[in-house]
Structure formats: structure tokens, C-alpha cells
């Protein structure tokens, strides 16, 4: 397939999957149930966080953690504390358990309290042409409280080599805004270009099979292959193929 071809293929399928359809098999479905920008934040951030497994699973846990945080996450992150521990008793989502979930509490009240935010730190961390860089800057602002080993594996670093799907996936959710009413687009201060692709087995293989991409392994080589060759596609807005790409590979088994 020519490039060109090419390119017409997936702006088509961007065009059938980028729709408000798709929010509904999608745990981006999660923080569509705020309207506050700290809310969509955190509900987001909590949400891709555990997205990976079954997908009925997931959608139920993040709905159970919802409900846990008394369905206003940025206020109960605020006012978070000892006391609101047995809240967190219980939840499990794979391998995050409980643990896990009443470190990121913690966590995510120093971010809003003393850090500005997360759109602060992923902001202030990122370069020019990416976000990876800021991804590796916020797992150790992330970890700085006192925790346990176990929960480091829950937030993904690129420059251990990870293709950080989640939190890439994440950000995605956060800063693009093309009016077509999946992804919200409320991080202005990160322009849509600095973006990665969230690679997983799905987009990764048709990725392959498209020949955007040789690397066998899903990790930040592959991820840095695959940036280069989707903005050749679109330099302002590569990550849009995720959609091409995704729904090629989960929903058409292409």
C-alpha cells in the first residue's frame, strides 16, 4: 500500500472508530461522568491506570472505585485521609490491590496539593516533539512519599524501555481536542504533536501488518518507531491513528 493509500485507509477508519460510540466499550467511558476538569483528571489517571485485562473487569472496578471515592474524586483525594483507609479496603484489579490504591490516594493529594497538579507536571516535564520524558519526571514525583516497592510496577517508565501504554493512553484522553466528543482536549498547555501512541498487542499488530512498524517487542523502541512513522502520517496530530489502529485490531481482527 502506498503511502498515500495508506493514509486514506487510516483517516477512514480514525473517522468510523473517533466517534461517541466508542466511548461505550471504553474505559474512557469513566471519566465521562464528570464535568470538573480535576475530576476527569483523576478519574482518568485511575481509570487507565487499571485498563488492562478483561474489559467488563475493568469497567467494573473503575466504577467500583468511583463509588468508593464517593463519586467526586478530586474532593476526596483533597480531603483524604487516615480515616478514609477502609474505604480503600478491599478493592482489587488484578495484580493492584488495596495497597496500591491507598498509596495513589496519597499520592495524588500531594500532586493537587503541593505540585500543581497533574497537567503541572506532565507540562513542565515535556519536550518539544514529546512526552516521554515528562512520563519518567512524574513516576518520581509520583513515588516520592514513602511506599511500598510493589506499587512502582503501576506506573510504567520510558526510559526503563517501557512502551508506558496506560499512561500514554492517558494523556491522549487529556490533551486532544478535535471536537468529535471522545478524547476531551482540557490540557491546553500540551499541544496534541507531543503525543505518543498508546501501543499495546492490538494497535502494535496492526501496526506491523500496515508495516508502520518491524519491532517484534511493544516497548519504547517499538513506541519511538511507531511516533515517527504515524507523524509522517499527521505531524499534528499522530495519535488519532490509535483509533485506526485499535479498532482494526479489537474490533475487526483485521
Known sequence: MKKSELKEFLDFKVNQYNTPDFIGTDPIQIPHQFSKKEDIE?????????????????????????????????????????????????????????IDLSYFMWSLQNIYKNHGGLEKIFSTHATAISLQPAIHEFKKIFFELPHQKRTQKHVSDPLKNSAAKRINMFLRWMVRNDNCGVDFGIWESISSSQLSCPLDVHSGNIARKLKLLKRKQNDAKALAELDTALRKLDHQDPVKYDFALFGLGAFEKY
Request: no cysteine.
Open 42 to 98: 483523576i478519574a482518568g489517571f485511575l481509570a487507565a491506570t487499571i485498563a488492562w485485562g478483561n474489559r467488563k473487569s475493568i469497567l467494573k472496578n473503575a466504577n467500583d472505585l468511583m463509588e468508593r471515592m464517593e463519586r467526586s474524586p478530586h474532593d476526596f483525594i483533597l480531603n483524604f485521609s487516615d480515616n478514609n483507609l477502609e474505604t480503600m479496603e478491599g478493592f482489587v484489579h488484578r495484580t493492584f490491590n488495596s
